[in-house]
């Protein structure tokens, strides 16, 4: 998955030799952020966050553009539980990342556009609800997929995007079983994000 991310930022460069036009601009918004995958429970719940960043649109055609971004995003999720009183324990994790995505746009009519790419993120903290630094079980890089759309109108555009995790963020515990054995158990959890963004050209 890297390999795509790493050939998708060569397209983007060699794109902009290309480039009929340029553009620069920044962006924040809403992050709706969960987990998903064979091992997350039931009872995991959507975390608020927040996301800032900035981009550069190159417009390869009328209808295509190729569009870089660089990220700070709050991602994470939350999930409640019961004690043996019977009582419910809500904790969260909360993930920072710098977020690398290269988007392909399509201008399906004036100001609407649908968007999708490959998304490289980098961890730059894990913590729990108490601050309790949990770094040392996260992957420090995640590989996710984003599609959406957005419309613009002048120098504002409105956007929402699906960023679908494609590998795990909890890292691989390594023990030794019975037979002194090393085994590898892996996991198969991964980062799901709904964002609502507002940006801005120059």
Same mark, same amino acid.
């Given at each position: *998955?890297k390999? &795509?991310? %790493?050939?998708?930022?060569v397209?983007?460069m060699?794109?902009t030799?290309f480039?009929?036009?340029m553009?620069?601009g ?12 064979d091992?997350?429970g039931?009872?995991?719940e959507? &975390?608020?966050?927040a ?7 190159f417009? /390869?055609? +009328?209808k /295509?553009?190729i569009?870089?971004e660089?990220?700070f995003?709050m991602?994470?999720n ?6 043996e009183?019977?009582? +419910?324990?809500e904790?969260?994790?909360k993930m920072?990342?710098?977020?690398i995505?290269v988007?392909a746009?399509?201008?399906v009519m #004036?100001? &609407?556009n %649908?968007?999708t790419?490959?998304? %490289?993120?980098?961890l730059?903290s894990a913590?729990?609800?108490d601050?309790?630094d *949990? ?6 890089? =995640? ?5 959406g759309?957005?419309?613009? !109108? =002048?120098n504002?555009s409105?956007?929402?995007r699906?960023? !679908?995790?494609?590998?795990s963020?909890r ?5 030794e079983? @019975?037979? #002194?054995? *090393?085994?590898? +158990? @892996?996991y198969?959890?991964k980062?799901s ?10």
């Amino acid at each position: *998955m890297k390999k &795509l991310f %790493l050939i998708a930022s060569v397209v983007a460069m060699t794109c902009t030799g290309f480039a009929q036009e340029m553009t620069f601009g920044a962006k924040a918004g809403l992050n709706l952020a969960n987990v998903s995958g064979d091992d997350v429970g039931d009872d995991a719940e959507m &975390l608020i966050g927040a996301f800032v960043g900035g981009y550069a649109n190159f417009a /390869i055609t +009328e209808k /295509i553009s190729i569009q870089p971004e660089l990220v700070f995003s709050m991602q994470g999720n939350k999930d409640t539980s019961t004690d043996e009183d019977d009582n +419910e324990v809500e904790t969260e994790t909360k993930m920072n990342y710098i977020n690398i995505p290269v988007m392909a746009g399509y201008q399906v009519m #004036e100001g &609407l556009n %649908l968007h999708t790419g490959p998304q %490289l993120g980098i961890l730059l903290s894990a913590e729990d609800e108490d601050g309790n630094d *949990m770094k040392d079980f996260a992957k420090s890089t =995640d590989v996710a997929w984003a599609i959406g759309g957005s419309y613009k !109108m =002048d120098n504002l555009s409105f956007d929402i995007r699906y960023n !679908m995790g494609l590998t795990s963020i909890r890292e691989d515990d390594e023990y030794e079983n @019975e037979l #002194e054995e *090393m085994v590898t +158990e @892996e996991y198969d959890i991964k980062n799901s994000v709904i964002q609502f963004s507002v940006g801005y050209s120059f």
